[in-house]
T-cell receptor, first 113, second 117 residues
Framework: GDSVTQMEGPVTLSEEAFLTINCTYT??????LFWYVQYPGEGLQLLLK?????DKGSNKGFEATYRKETTSFHLEKGSVQVSDSAVYFC????????????FGSGTRLLVRP | EAGVTQSPTHLIKTRGQQATLRCSPI?????VYWYQQALGLGLQFLLW???????NRGNFPPRFSGRQFPNYSSELNVNALELEDSALYLC????????????????FGPGTRLTVT
């Protein structure tokens, strides 16, 4: 079945460091890919998405490129801030009869001043 | 514009009782999804409602059920509560029909924290 694998956390970085959170997926067909962020005590917020191969999603300085050849959708940010501390979830959805989101296990990011 | 709302924020029940969780989608959205975020198990899909009907169901027992009302709000019912049902229950909404295909995004509410003692 479909699945999403994320790198284990927590990831601890100093402010202004470069961030990469790895995400790979297994799915039939051509799923849409998403990154969601969950701040402490809150629900999930959609961070960015990509719907087809080679698409780049971007938002708030975060970027991720849909790589079909490597089945990956790695999240990157050039300079993290303390306010980026949160749990990041990679997810996929197939635009067929299901439409459900399948999530990775989440990666906790801690940014220190 | 109001986002997805859920109530109650917290719910404490004892084993064997029933819990009812409520969700109101973003205006204009006709699809509602329920997810369970249990400690150590990650986020798992529970149920999907669209246009008042159940469209898809995750790998959960039948004591997890729900419905969608004509105004597209939704209820999740959990019967015969067990300790392992303790979790954060998240509701999400999206456009339905053809609009879902062109602009597929799910927007989440803040969740209901269910504690079973």
């Amino acid at each position: 079945g479909d699945s999403v694998t994320q790198m284990e956390g927590p990831v601890t970085l100093s402010e202004e460091a470069f961030l990469t959170i790895n995400c790979t997926y297994t799915a039939t067909g051509y799923p849409s890919l998403f990154w969601y962020v969950q701040y402490p005590g809150e629900g999930l917020q959609l961070l960015l998405k990509a719907t087809k191969a080679d698409d780049k999603g971007s938002n708030k300085g975060f970027e991720a490129t849909y790589r079909k050849e490597t089945t990956s959708f790695h999240l990157e940010k050039g300079s993290v801030q303390v306010s980026d501390s949160a749990v990041y979830f990679c997810a996929l959805a197939r635009m067929d009869s299901s439409y459900k989101l399948i999530f990775g296990s989440g990666t906790r990011l801690l940014v220190r001043p | 514009e109001a986002g997805v709302t859920q109530s109650p924020t917290h719910l404490i029940k004892t084993r064997g009782q029933q819990a009812t969780l409520r969700c109101s989608p973003i205006s204009g959205h006709t699809s509602v999804y329920w997810y369970q975020q249990a400690l150590g198990l990650g986020l798992q899909f529970l149920l999907w409602y669209d246009e008042g009907e159940e469209r898809n169901r995750g790998n959960f027992p039948p004591r997890f059920s729900g419905r969608q009302f004509p105004n597209y709000s939704s209820e999740l019912n959990v019967n015969a509560l067990e300790l392992e049902d303790s979790a954060l229950y998240l509701c999400a909404s999206s456009f339905g029909g053809l609009a879902r295909i062109s602009s597929y995004e799910q927007y989440f509410g803040p969740g209901t924290r269910l504690t079973v003692t």
